[in-house]
């Protein structure tokens, strides 16, 4: 890039003790795992049933779809095993706008090729169960396990073989799993109330690939984005284990009216974190070597409330309002603390540098939804037939000064349909699919905050990475089975 030209004359021995702090920076930075996933940025509520309506589901939940939306509605799960599967298929554009500062401190701005990503076919399951604990039906356990429906996107690589801006944010997922599993206990002491509490855990690992730059912002050592300062990274979160707690109610003082509550709490990721460098071709760190790969990562998802009416105008059509908060504002930053991991050899700095803790400011905030939903029963033949549908409409949890391609999330309308059928007593299967239309956000560069990694910061202005045009779409497919015993 034309604004990107090498400035050198900054002395040799000025240029290793920055590179050492540099080379600090990007390696503590390396160990914060992608918000995308690790932070719970679900671009999509989840489950086959309760998406075809929308995700109103709370009032109205009374299978193994409840796990996630009200444990109260186990209540009427019965005996049951239930498996579906879900995909995400997501797309996204990005075309950045970068401000640069001269030696000077003059401004120049540029525009980047919009890059492309686009999600890998991964179905996401959920496996789960529920019995009767008694004669009278009065209790019901359940356990099971499933996955968050993030947005995974890889991106286009820009002819000629011009850097990607998509390259210091994110990077391959290849090698992750995650998965949300637990057991809960639900309690119908009458036709009229129904009482759930459960206890589940974030477990798995996250793994990812990612770029980082060692180039300072003062030029001191090179050009902004400078390749031969861009580091290779790959990092391995886990295993994970962040318990919560989720409890509901759900009340039908009629049989053609319900009322839902339900919460869930939050969920802290304390967890150990390995790490693996590649270092940049510059000559500058030819002689450099990383010292131990450990460190702990810390940082907190949301709780969530949701409340819901589902009222039933028809003996055979069911009609739910649900109203979700999620809590994101709980997500302020990202601790990353090494565990004795040392950078020794660099020309002209101390022979081995102990790397000191990194706090990431996030600075997320508090997001609503609200659903509506429904189903209508009908036949298909001998069959009894499901038809549903449902518009949810989301606030994103990100302010647009800190979304990135690492973390995104935008307002949304979503707009789905679905549909069961019941082939006799025992099995049903399911369908839903589900449409996103997201709306497109510009970030000011002048405003944004996401920068590079620059321990000394010089006399150079802040120089964010994260500014310019984001564009998003999603569809959901899933499909499931459920087996009465």
Known sequence: MTHEATHKSAKPAQRAVRSQHAVCMFLLVAMVPSAATAAGLYFSERGVRPMGRAGAFVAGADDLGALWYNPAGLADAGGTVMLDLGWLDFRNTYTRELRTATPEGALISSRSPTVEGSAPFLPIPTVAGAMHLDKAKKWTLAGGSFGPYVALASYNQLPGGEPSPARYTLGSF????????????????????????????????????????????????????????????????????????????????????????????????????????????????????????????????????????????????????????????????????????RIEGIDGAPSSLALPAIVVPRNFRDASSVRLGGEYETAFGPYPFHLRGGLMWEQSAIPPEYLSLSSLDFEKLVVTAGASIAVNDKWRFDLCVAKSFASSVYVDPAKAQIPRINPITGNAQLEAINGGTYTATAALFGAGVVYKY
């Open 174 to 341: 290849m090698g992750s799993a995650l998965a949300i599993s637990g057991a809960w206990l639900a309690y119908k002491p009458s036709e009229e109330w129904r009482f759930g509490l459960g206890a589940f855990a974030l477990m798995g690992w996250f793994q990812t690939r990612i770029t980082f730059t060692t180039s300072l912002q003062d030029r001191l050592v090179g050009a902004p984005e400078q390749p031969d300062f861009d580091a290779d990274a790959q990092i391995r979160v886990g295993p994970m284990f962040a318990p919560a707690l989720s409890a509901g109610v759900v009340y039908a003082p009629k049989p053609w009216v319900r009322f839902g509550l339900s919460g869930q709490s939050t969920m802290a990721i304390d967890s150990d974190a390995t790490l693996k460098v590649r270092m940049p071709s510059s000559q500058l760190f030819h002689s450099a070597q990383v010292s131990g790969d450990q460190a702990r990562v810390t940082f907190k998802m949301p709780p969530i409330l949701r409340a819901g009416i589902e009222v039933r105008p028809a003996k055979n059509l069911r009609v739910e309002l649900a109203v979700v908060r999620e809590f994101w504002s709980v997500h302020e930053q990202m601790i990353a603390v090494p565990q004795s991991i």
